[in-house]
């Protein structure tokens, strides 16, 4: 006879980091407790009206907001901006983009540029490899 399985939870900032939204946005009673697996799943599948206006809205985490200025996470800090910002906010950033974040986005995709070029490489000698 097998043991019933039991419950995974995650902690609220393992839950918001799946979710993308910004822990200290959430309601009290989500910060305040474990989150199943299955609950995460749920909320996942049918977001509450919080949940839709938080990615809507905003604030959003950095990494998030990184994604949507199309620069890193390390290029916000460098831009100065250290805490979270809004949906209006991101997209007046986008709407006349400070010198910084066009630096930061040439930096970016250069980066992603680089990655892809040596992954291309990788991906060729292990072909040639296997054909040798």
Same mark, same amino acid.
């Given at each position: 006879? =097998? %043991?019933?399985? %039991? &419950?995974?939870?995650? %902690?609220? =900032?393992?839950?918001?980091? %799946?979710? /993308?939204?910004? @822990?200290?946005?959430?309601?009290? /009673?989500?910060?305040?407790? $474990?989150?199943? *697996?299955?609950e995460l799943? /749920?909320?996942?599948r049918?977001? +509450?009206?919080? @949940?839709?206006?938080?990615?809507?809205?905003?604030?959003?985490?950095?990494?998030?907001?990184?994604a949507?200025? !199309?620069?890193?996470?390390?290029? $916000?800090?460098?831009? #100065?901006? &250290?805490? +979270? @910002?809004?949906?209006?906010?991101i997209? #007046?950033?986008?709407?006349?983009?400070? +010198?910084? $974040?066009?630096?930061e986005?040439?930096?970016?995709?250069e980066?992603?540029?680089?990655? !892809? *070029?040596?992954?291309?490489?990788?991906?060729? $000698?292990?072909?040639?490899?296997?054909?040798?």
């Open positions: 006879m =097998s %043991k019933p399985k %039991k &419950t995974q939870v995650m %902690k609220p =900032s393992t839950a918001a980091l %799946k979710l /993308e939204v910004y @822990l200290p946005a959430t309601p009290p /009673e989500f910060q305040d407790s $474990l989150i199943s *697996r299955e799943d /749920e909320l996942q049918n977001p +509450p009206p919080w @949940l839709v206006d938080l990615r809507k809205n905003g604030p959003h985490p950095r990494h998030v907001v990184a949507r200025l !199309r620069v890193s996470n390390s290029g $916000l800090a460098r831009g #100065g901006i &250290t805490e +979270p @910002l809004t949906t209006e906010q997209a #007046g950033l986008n709407a006349d983009p400070p +010198p910084w $974040l066009i630096r986005r040439e930096t970016h995709a980066v992603l540029r680089e990655q !892809r *070029r040596i992954e291309e490489r990788r991906a060729d $000698l292990e072909r040639d490899s296997r054909h040798a």
